[in-house]
């Protein structure tokens, strides 16, 4: 073979794409160096031809010597099932066993006689000869994760989570035999009230609730409400959060906070003409001032906490035994999370250019350091500070579920997950050896980009999250799911795909690494029901048709902005030429809004970032915009629902 070639197998063998076709058609091969630095940020060695062909013998080796898979997902439609089972081919004639344990712990086994099952492969690695032999599980099991042990002589030789995954995700009666219901987006930082503290919050949202409830709405959306970061409030992108398994503190209504309204300093406080006069100024704003807003919060929900800590902890109350049990029922993630925000508040205190755990002295970048252990003890209560934090921000969503239901709303609640997250927070601190760090998640150029797109945030490494059974994609679904009635996946093509950057490397150089497609979206089902969570996959831009076709088998509804549903003519679809499976909006988070749209805002401003490669790009944009507008009036036309006194002249 020639250097590309055992690149490309190395490559491919790790689940990257060695080339790709763009949006026009036209493929592009992902340079050498790409697949090189890809690989490396995968820990797999690939400097030269022979660290290469040593590379694939290793994941060859490591692949056929694992007895079974460490996670299998199956329908619980598709039985019996057949799990492959790699063996030498000198323990062929020796029996075998199977023992199955469910998750509500009933238990079954049997044995397996090797030679009478089918081989479907096999391989000869240093001399010695391996089988891939097909076993059909002689029983079933219930929707849920279950453990499944192949054993020798009684000994464990194998084991693996058996996932059995509903073939449909979760679907509400409201939407259930061509039901539709309609509602409102908000992105919640914005929310302006008379009572909010300069930015919107869990109160402000449960208001949105109940007024566009009574308009008859049955769904309200909001941006993602993942974690950022406290100590840089100036960091305020929803979709570069520190942790998508918990959620950002400044939505918390301190007022709503039952220590609030017992703690005498904190009611005195915040009722005096100073601090309301600051409140004000923050609701008076015509930007959020983040900063602002931290500064008025974040002290006071100190003056909380201590007074928790006093009259609730020190006493053991009923409020302090809930407390504490959250605390258990949410170890050790939220520990982890908790001491994150400790230590990156101390070192940045220390050094305000310090901004993320890479920044971090050495010894506190690895979790489980003895240094890190010997701070949380040190700081033991400014770590429970943050984890108090999360258990009223817990308090105050939950409440929001509950309100969604008491209205009655069809599909109430309909929350955003963030595609991934920040390099430097708190789940990538927690999870390093789960994201592939020097790598970012982004898109090739497209008629949106040319330059294509470098988001970054690094990508979880398909094989490492096989390895963890999936537990870290199944906690991130729960947390997003668990109080919502919707969750809308962003980009939801990275189940399937994501296209890899190279951290210092142009957007255009990437690859797209291949996911366990079938086994996300199961799991996503799964998850879907046992939290009564309907599923919408925000598939815009490049996706592969078999992609949208598995999505739709599923019951993942299909994501549709105006802007983009056109017919072959370019004129805008009308509504009966929609797919029925799909959420319907004007326009998305990265999107001009309508009014900007028509005003062509958003072109003026891709001008001036530079993001047109040619004055002749830009031109025909422009030119198209305004054809645009005369195509929408005529849709609006054709289907009856231009406004009174508009005309398409």
Known sequence: MTEREILERLARSHEIAPDYYDIWGHRHEVPDASLRALLAALGVHAATP????????????????AVIAPAVVMRDDAAPWSLRLNLAAADADFPLAWRLTQEDGKGHEGVIDPASLTVAESADLDGERFTAREFALPVTAPC????????????MIGETALIV????????????????????????????????????DFTDLAALLAQ???????????????ALFPHNPEHASPYSPSSRCFVNVLYLDVEAIADFAECDEALAQARSP?????????????????????????????????????????????????????QAAHAPALRQHALF????????????QVCGWPAWPEAYRDPAAPEVAHFAESNAERVEFYEYLQWQAELQLEAIGRRSMELGLGVGLYQDLAVSVDRGGAEAWANQDLYAIAASVGAPPDAFNM???????????PERLRAAAYAPFIDTLRANMRHAGALRIDHVMALARLYWVPQGSEPRDGAYVSYPFEDLVGIVALESHRNRCMVIGEDLGTVPDEVRATLTRVGILSYRVLFFERQGSGDFKPPAEYPAEALVTAATHDLP?????????????????????????????????????????????????????ATVD
């Open 212 to 226: 566009w409830g009574a308009r008859g709405a049955g769904v309200v959306g909001v941006n993602p409400l993942h």
């Open 165 to 200: 995954v509903p073939a449909l995700c979760f679907r509400p009666l409201a939407v259930q035999n061509d039901g539709r219901v309609w509602g409102a987006a908000a992105q919640l930082y914005a929310v302006r009230s008379e009572r909010n503290w300069g930015i919107g």
């Open 144 to 155: 849920g994760y279950h453990r499944l042990a192949i054993l020798r002589d009684g000994a």
């Open 593 to 645: 809004t309508l009014a900007g749209y028509w005003a062509g805002r958003d072109l003026a401003l891709r001008q001036e970032l530079g993001l047109f490669p040619a004055e002749e790009a830009h031109q025909a944009q422009v030119l198209a915009r305004a054809q645009d507008r005369a195509r929408l009036l005529l849709a609006l036309e054709r289907a009856g629902l231009l406004p009174e006194g």
């Open 451 to 461: 330059r294509g797109q470098d988001w970054g945030l690094p990508p979880l490494a």
């Open 341 to 352: 925000e400790a230590l990156q508040e101390h070192f940045h205190r220390e050094d305000p």
């Open 274 to 326: 100073e601090f309301q006069s600051r409140l004000k100024a923050l609701r008076d704003a015509d930007l959020v001032d983040y900063t602002g807003v931290a500064q008025v919060k974040l002290p006071m929900l100190e003056r909380c906490f201590a007074h928790f800590r006093g009259r609730h902890l020190a006493a053991g109350t009923p409020r302090a035994q809930a407390f504490r049990a959250w």
């Open 50 to 65: 022979q660290e290469a062909e040593d590379s694939i013998r290793a994941i060859e080796s490591e692949r056929w010597r």
